[in-house]
């Protein structure tokens, strides 16, 4: 049985996509949308560290349950500078090619829930399957969210 | 006929009547001094644009001049009555620093030309950018205080001649929300309930909506319900202690920003108790199950948690809400400008979907507009829809859409959702938008982070073109002003909150070379030479009826159908609610009656968004969700708000509004008896908070947010601990610093402090939740705040003079004329 495997794969993965929307945030901070959105969905994915943690008790996994945090001083400056940055016009393709990553990753982590669940009914894991039951319809939100940013910036960024 | 001091007594005289009884008529009657009925040569028939209650006026007119104002006694929404505003607030139009002509820059300064020069700058700069650019190089930018005949045309120019997708109007800062969160559950925009529900309810429910001073005639309705026999129980929402709070059954004064978790304390109450109507849920309304399990984790007690209300309060409230026979519910910007908007005011739809309360007397949803118009730019297309409540995603509504233009459905932008307004403003800042045509509406006060606005609209690279009746904020850093006529100088038609149209005709010639708005844009479709496909001109009406009589077209058949309405129906009647039609001639009082929406996939407006992300849902989703046309109930998750008070900034900032004042005062505080009534503007503290920080009435302090500052003198009053509160329309015209503050200087517009931050669904800006610091500037001599005493602003404690207008402001009350 592998579904080790897909629970350390997903606690990965939820954790870089968390920290992908902080950055993505601190990056585009002057995009106040984006800014705060992805702020409120980072928590989601901070959730799901903490929930995988808690299920990988029973598969002998030590799992952390903090999630990958807030961006360290280093990364403020950043966010500083991607403020004064982003009141000019340049900053409109990074958002662009920001999405596009987010969305990407946002679809891989929706696909290891799948597999989980997969891996849960065929197991008949109740918690396992409750539990993607719980996190996934959020992915799912959270690549809604990511699909709609880009189709409502793209235009004006490509045509201007 | 009796006098009343109505600054004093904004509300008038009562006239007490009982549950299902016609509200009484009172006449209320204003005129220049000196100056009798007899002396009046015309009355000319009109309603409101202070707010956006549409009470139905006449203008006196003599000599040329507007001299007056009295209420139409036959009209359904105000039986005669006047808001204070609309008593004394038409002198703003006599006034002499009234723009005359056009102004143009020239060496960095505005200086007056001619129609020819301004337009031509006007029209040469946007055709170089077309050529240049393209379409998203322009932005319009309106206001919901001009008349549907201007918007439609607006529109058809904007959407369908220039192609450009960025239309939105100041109407996102006001009712954005409203629109949102009707289209969210029931498909389409447009107020379910009427104000005659307040006639009949048992129980009416206030959510952020500081009614008294907002909409004060409909405020009076409510009292005299309240005098009379068999009274409703009021449920009030707001973190004030505002005249809706005092004579409130009950009053909840949540923590800013706990919306969400409120209302999803009240329905877990509802559901919990089992006052729901199975019947109607089954039959008429989709996702509730959802809602269930959203709100089992909602108790009370974590609901008054998170609020900090007590929880027998909670429990009260939501056992009147629940168990109310007739209940009536209205919403304003205490739901709208506060964080999770959209998600908040979908709830108060929902507690009537699970109540089965909507279409019968009584039993009402008033999703709430600020503005007088603001109905208008939403059904028209001019701010951020496309017209007729056509859905942009729905490929056979832009054809339609197109039909009607005679152009090519490609022509017209809806590759996304019509820009919103804080998104244009955000294309200027990058420099993407070029040029920007704001009209009637000014940015420079009214947008949050004024410091950054003011930045985008100095912008080297943005050609700004204003059109206004005074030099306001705005107009001083525009490239070109337009000096357009007002209300009273020309004729149209506009809608209320209640989808009452009325009919505004012109009394007075405007002054000097002012024009009315539609002929502005007429000029302008001249001058762009815009054509429809069979190369005839795009705009084919050369006046406000002919325009109405395009509009009716392409209404026709939408939900929002005017085509039984025509000018000489709507002259010397009353206001008539639409969907006016062949099938309802005399107009539509309640919608969604027996449980019929205009949800069906085919027809509905929108297909609705996530209520935490914002992202719309596709057609396909939507069609599964709803495929037979029913109401939409969608539960909401509560998220803790984006800026939160701490250690620097300990308080939470509310914004509003007070009773004697509009929008950012270009009118009202040109109007002596309103501009006395509230001369400046003030802070406002709990009791408790003042003694926590050692602040007294009359201090004069600084609030300061991450943003900015501003120094008022504080007002003790009713307040919820943790909170300030400013009022947001004083800005700087009539200031030394003109377009802001002084260099280095503190500012006055409470906009200098919010933060830019807006709801994800309904694109409206947050002005309720900000975190703050105030500190003492320098101590009272014992002199009170310049606050009204009459409503919100009424002091805590005694030996506070009250607020007055003296002989200047005695109005008549009269009896039906
Ligand atoms: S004053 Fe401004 S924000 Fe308030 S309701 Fe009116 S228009 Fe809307």
Redesign the interface.
């Known amino acids: 049985m592998k579904l080790d495997l897909v629970l350390k794969e997903l606690h990965r993965a939820e954790n870089e996509l968390g920290h992908l929307l902080l950055r993505l945030s601190e990056r585009h901070k002057a995009d106040h949308e984006t800014y705060h959105v992805a702020r409120d969905l980072a928590v989601w994915c901070q959730d799901h560290v903490r929930l995988l943690a808690e299920a990988g008790d029973a598969y002998g996994l030590s799992l952390d349950p903090s999630p990958a945090g807030e961006p360290g001083p280093v990364e403020r400056v950043r966010e500083k500078a991607a403020e004064w940055l982003g009141r000019r016009p340049e900053p409109g393709l990074l958002l662009l090619a920001d999405l596009r990553h987010l969305y990407r990753t946002a679809s891989g982590v929706s696909l290891d829930w799948e597999l989980l669940a997969q891996a849960a009914q065929g197991a008949r894991r109740r918690g396992l399957l409750e539990l993607a039951g719980r996190c996934h319809p959020q992915t799912l939100r959270q690549l809604r969210w990511a699909e709609a940013r880009l189709k409502e910036s793209a235009t004006q960024v490509l045509v201007s | 006929m009796p006098q009343v001091d109505r600054i004093a007594e904004p509300w008038g005289t009562r006239t007490p009547y009982g549950p299902g009884d016609p509200w009484p008529v009172r006449v209320d009657a204003f005129l220049e001094a000196g100056l009798r009925e007899q002396d009046v040569e015309r009355w000319v028939q009109s309603a409101s644009i202070l707010h956006s209650n549409g009470d139905a006026m006449d203008i006196a007119v003599r000599a040329g001049r507007v001299v007056g104002v009295r209420g139409r006694a036959a009209d359904r929404v105000n039986h005669g009555r006047l808001d204070p505003k609309d008593l004394y607030g038409w002198q703003a139009g006599n006034a002499a620093d009234r723009l005359t002509r056009p102004l143009v820059r020239e060496g960095g300064r505005l200086v007056e030309s001619d129609w020819d020069t301004a337009m031509e700058r006007v029209t040469g700069r946007l055709k170089e950018l077309l050529a240049e650019?393209?379409p998203?190089?322009a932005g319009f930018y309106t206001t919901g205080q001009l008349f549907l005949e201007e918007y439609y045309t607006l529109a058809l120019i904007a959407h369908g001649g220039i192609g450009t997708?960025h239309v939105d109007g100041n109407t996102r800062l006001c009712t954005a929300t409203a629109a949102a969160a009707l289209k969210e559950s029931f498909g389409c925009d447009g107020q379910p309930g009427s104000y005659t529900d307040v006639d009949h309810a048992d129980v009416i429910a206030l959510y952020g909506h500081n009614v008294a001073e907002t909409q004060s005639v409909l405020w009076s309705r409510v009292l005299d319900r309240l005098a009379g026999p068999n009274p409703p129980a009021l449920v009030c929402v707001d973190p004030r202690e505002t005249e809706v709070a005092r004579a409130a059954a009950v009053h909840l004064a949540p923590r800013p920003g706990t919306n969400v978790a409120l209302m999803n304390g009240l329905l877990h109450e509802i559901v919990a108790n089992g006052w729901t109507d199975e019947a109607y849920l089954r039959d008429h309304v989709v996702g509730f199950e959802e809602l269930r399990e959203r709100v089992a984790n909602w108790p009370a007690e974590e609901a008054a948690r998170v609020c900090d209300v007590p929880v027998a309060d909670l429990r009260e409230a939501a056992r009147l809400i629940g168990t109310a026979e007739r209940l009536l519910s209205t919403v304003l910007q205490g739901f709208y400008q506060s964080h999770q908007a959209t998600a908040a005011a979908v709830q108060v739809n929902n507690v009537h979907l699970v109540r089965g309360m909507l279409g019968r007397p009584g039993c009402g949803v008033l999703q709430m507009n600020g503005q007088p118009t603001a109905q208008n730019t939403r059904e028209c297309g001019a701010d951020g829809d496309l017209p007729g409540f056509r859905n942009w995603a729905n490929d056979a509504h832009v054809q339609d859409l197109a039909r009607v233009w005679n152009i090519d459905p490609l022509d017209i932008p809806h590759?996304?959702?019509p820009?919103h307004a804080?998104?244009m403003f955000?294309?200027a800042?990058?420099?993407?938008i070029r040029f920007l045509y704001v009209i009637g509406t000014n940015p420079a006060v009214s947008l949050p982070e004024l410091r950054r606005v003011r930045s985008i609209l100095r912008r080297e690279g943005l050609f700004l073109v204003v059109q206004d009746i005074f030099l306001s904020e705005t107009a001083q850093l525009a490239d070109v002003v337009l000096p357009a006529a007002t209300w009273g100088e020309k004729t149209g038609t506009f809608t209320n909150a209640d989808r009452t149209v009325h009919l505004s005709d012109k009394a007075v010639e405007p002054p000097g070379e002012a024009r009315p708005d539609l002929d502005i844009f007429l000029d302008l479709a001249r001058r762009l030479d815009l054509r429809d496909k069979d190369g005839a001109p795009l705009v084919k009406w050369h006046d406000a009826e002919g325009a109405f009589e395009g509009w009716k077209e392409c209404s026709r058949g939408r939900p929002c159908d005017y085509s039984g309405l025509t000018y000489d129906r709507l002259r010397g009647g009353s206001g008539v609610q639409w969907p006016c039609d062949d099938e309802h001639p005399d107009g539509t009082e309640r919608l969604y009656a027996g449980g019929r929406f205009f949800s069906d996939p085919a027809c509905c407006e929108d297909y609705g968004r996530?209520l935490?992300?914002?992202?719309?849902l596709s057609g396909t989703e939507y069609r599964a969700l709803n495929p037979d046309g029913k109401a939409i109930i969608k539960a909401a998750e509560y998220?803790p708000p984006?800026e939160q008070p701490g250690e620097e900034f300990p308080l939470w900032l509310t914004t509003g509004r007070t009773l004697y004042h509009f929008h950012t005062r270009t009118k009202t505080g040109r109007t002596p008896q309103l501009r006395r009534a509230a001369p400046e503007p003030w802070a406002e503290l709990s009791p408790g908070e003042a003694a926590r920080n050692g602040l007294a009435e009359g201090d004069l302090v600084e609030i300061a947010t991450p943003r900015g500052s501003v120094r008022a003198r504080l007002r003790v009053t009713g307040m919820r601990d943790g909170v300030v509160f400013l009022p947001f329309h004083y800005g700087y015209w009539d200031e030394p610093g003109g377009s802001g503050p002084e260099d280095g200087e503190s500012g006055r517009a409470a906009n200098e402090l919010t933060l830019?931050?807006?709801d994800?669904v309904s694109?409206q800006p947050i002005f309720k939740t900000a975190a703050a610091r105030v500190t003492l500037v320098k101590a009272g001599d014992g002199e009170p705040s310049p606050a009204p005493t009459t409503g919100a602003s009424r002091p805590a404690a005694p030996g506070v003079p009250p607020t007055e207008g003296g002989r200047a402001a005695l109005a008549e009350e009269g009896d039906a004329a």
Do not use: I
């Open positions: 650019q393209g998203s190089a997708n590759y996304s959702p820009t804080m998104q955000r294309y800042e990058e420099g993407s996530d935490v992300t914002g992202a719309p998220v984006h830019t931050d807006w994800p694109k």
